[in-house]
Structure formats: C-alpha cells, structure tokens
C-alpha cells in the first residue's frame, strides 16, 4: 500500500516537470489569470468522479481546518511563488522557492511514526545541490534590493512544504477535497488577476492546448496524486525526489529545442538521483526483504 501510494505521489513530481514546457508554449497569459484557468480545468476531473459518484459528495464535508489548510496550502504558494518574480530576479526566487523538498524531509521528524536518518537529509542536499546547477546556470547573485521578493520566495517554500507535512496528518480526508481547493484556487487567482493583472487571451490552438495541458496534468491532476502520495506513502522520499521536477523539466525544455544541453544537466541529474536513491534506502531494502522466500 505504501509503495503504491508512493508511486502514485511521485508522478505528481513527474507531472510538475511538464510545467515549464506548457507555460513556455501557453502563450503571454499574465500569471494570476493562468493561475484561475487553469485551476479550474483542474478541478474538472474531480466534478467528473463527484458527478459519476454522487454520494462521495458526502466526503466533502470536511471540518474548516482542512479547508484552510488546504486553500492556504494551494492558493497561499502560487500567490507567494507570483510575488516573489514580481519582486526579485527569477534564479534567486526559483532557488529560494525551491527549499520546499528539504523542508518537507527535515520537518517529517515531527510526524507520528516517521524518523529522520542521516540518509534522508544527506540525499535531500544532493538534490539540493543538483537544483542549485540548474536553476543557478548563469550564476547567483542576492541583493538587498529584493528582501522583499526573496521573502516571498522563503514564505513560497515554507508554505508549501507546511502543507504537506500537515496534509499527512489528515490521512483519513479524501483526496476527493482537493476539488474544492481547485476551485477556491482558481476563484482566488481570479480575483487577483481584476486587481492586478490585464486580461489577454491565448491567439492560437497551440497555446489554448498548452494551457489546457497545464490544467489537466501539472495544475491539476499533480496535485491529486501528491495528496494522495504525502497522505499514504514514503514523504521522506517524496520529498528529496521533489528536486528531480527541475532536472526533469530542464531535459524536456532541451527536448523541445527551448533550452541547450550542458555538463551541469548531467551532474544534475547524478546528484539527484543518486540523492533519491539514498533517500529511499530503507524503503528499497525492506522491499527487497519482503521479497525474500521464507526458509
């Protein structure tokens, strides 16, 4: 069961690798209306199941903490991941942002029945690292000027890594709520977006198929499978196997001709995962073991 649901969590990070592509091809959508449609394409698998299933309606009803956990956790990290470009250079902000896989494996200690080992933080700053070659290719340099950006970067992080930790310990709330988290995602943006942003649509099939693409996959089924995954599976590993989305994107960009092969993207891809391996160690072993004839 365990591994399943780790399985199911770690296409998410496979689904969020595709993020990058579909913005580059979505067009000029201005972030916080993107954010609005393509949260409520998202959403729309899960209409499909509650309309198919009309009695798992009843799994919606949900005590408010969750819903504010869950509102804070989705709308909260794309709100601060929005501000932080807004107000800092986008290599500073992605890097600081992207702490979030190291957060989840440190604060995992704290779960009921988890324990932190050496391997688990050892494999998550390898990752750490890999994502430091990709993101920082052409060079880091943090300026004062930007505290207020790389302070939304920091909250981004936290946020989301907060998130997760406390989604795992509503294991017994359906997957089925994160409908709902859609949905008030995409009203919030929404919002956002008449107060800050101008509308402007996609001109072509290609960037309307784009964003419907973003919708359907990275901003939306990706975050059912990782709620499922963090609530039933190995969050550690989930965690440190969260850095591979950068490495995983960059090689799909390089794929599609928007980005060049380098030495880096090669080192990165060693460090993470030979991190993820080590992350999951235990849980590679204890398989192992299972699989072992009785003598």
């Known amino acids: 069961m365990k591994f399943k649901a780790t399985l199911i969590g770690f296409t998410a990070i496979l689904m969020w690798s595709l993020l990058a592509l579909f913005t580059a091809a979505s067009g000029k959508m201005p972030p916080f209306q993107l954010s609005a449609v393509c949260f409520l394409i998202g959403s729309l698998p899960g209409i499909a199941v509650l ?47 992207y702490l979030w896989p190291l957060f989840i494996v440190v604060g995992s200690a704290l779960l009921p029945g988890e324990r932190l080992r050496w391997h688990h933080v050892a494999g998550a700053l390898a990752g750490l690292v890999g994502t430091i070659l990709i993101v920082a290719r052409n060079g880091i340099a943090f300026d004062d000027a930007y505290a207020l950006g790389y302070g939304a970067a920091f909250l981004c992080a936290f946020t989301w890594s907060g998130y997760s930790l406390i989604t795992r310990r509503f294991d017994a709330v359906s997957t089925d709520v994160v409908t709902g988290f859609c949905l008030a995602t995409s009203a919030l943006s929404f919002l956002c977006h008449l107060g800050l942003e101008t509308t402007v649509w996609p001109e072509t099939t290609f960037e309307w198929l784009a964003v ?59 460090l993470v995962t030979g991190g993820a391996v080590l992350a999951a160690k235990d849980m590679i072993f204890r398989k192992g073991r299972a699989a072992q004839p009785a003598e």
């Open 51 to 97: 309309a198919s299933k009309p009695e798992r309606l009843a799994l919606l009803k949900q005590p408010a903490k969750v819903w504010v956990i869950g509102i804070a956790g989705l709308f909260g990290y794309h709100f601060l991941y929005f501000t932080a470009l807004r107000n800092a250079p986008a290599v500073e902000a992605g890097l600081i942002a």
């Open 212 to 270: 419907a693409g973003l919708g359907l996959l990275p901003v939306g089924a990706a975050f059912y499978a990782w709620d499922y995954g963090v609530k039933n599976g190995d969050i550690q590993f989930l965690g440190v196997a969260s850095y591979a989305a950068p490495v995983l994107s960059t090689l799909i960009l390089i794929l599609f001709g928007f980005a060049e092969p380098s030495w880096r993207i090669v080192a990165a891809c060693l």
